[in-house]
């Protein structure tokens, strides 16, 4: 798979910046983001996406509804947090590729590699 598009739901706008950057120098093309599920749930309506990355804790919710979305419409995704393991994540999204915050360029290189490479949670 080719990655050409990809979408970061992140509520924090300089860690969504410096995955940005970072997605850039791995090799992506085009970046959108999507600092709220509103923004997020409108822009897989109205796009195509490769895959997207999802910041688990948006503040006063969580994004595991949004990855159900994207399952249901065969985006590859993989979380984005502080978390170390995915153990506390609903058991149907524990599989999913994580990246770790705070990442660099080498992981998330490994990252977008994972989700290229299985398709994401679309194997699901």
């Known amino acids: 798979m080719t990655v050409q598009r990809a979408l970061i739901l992140e509520d924090n706008l300089i860690i969504a910046m410096e995955a940005e950057e970072i997605l850039r120098l791995v090799g992506v093309e085009e970046v959108e983001i999507a600092s709220n599920l509103e923004q997020a749930v409108n822009a897989v309506h109205t796009d195509h ?9 948006l503040g006063e919710s969580m994004s595991f509804g949004f990855a ?53 949670s679309s194997d699901m």
């Open 49 to 57: 996406y490769d895959f997207a990355m999802l910041d688990v804790n």
């Open 68 to 120: 159900r979305l994207l399952v249901e419409r065969g985006i590859p995704f993989g979380f984005v947090s502080g978390y170390s393991d995915t153990l506390d994540f609903p058991p149907d999204l524990r599989h999913v590729p994580l990246l770790n915050k705070p990442f660099d360029e080498a992981a998330m290189r490994i990252f977008v590699d994972k989700l290229s490479a299985s398709g994401g």
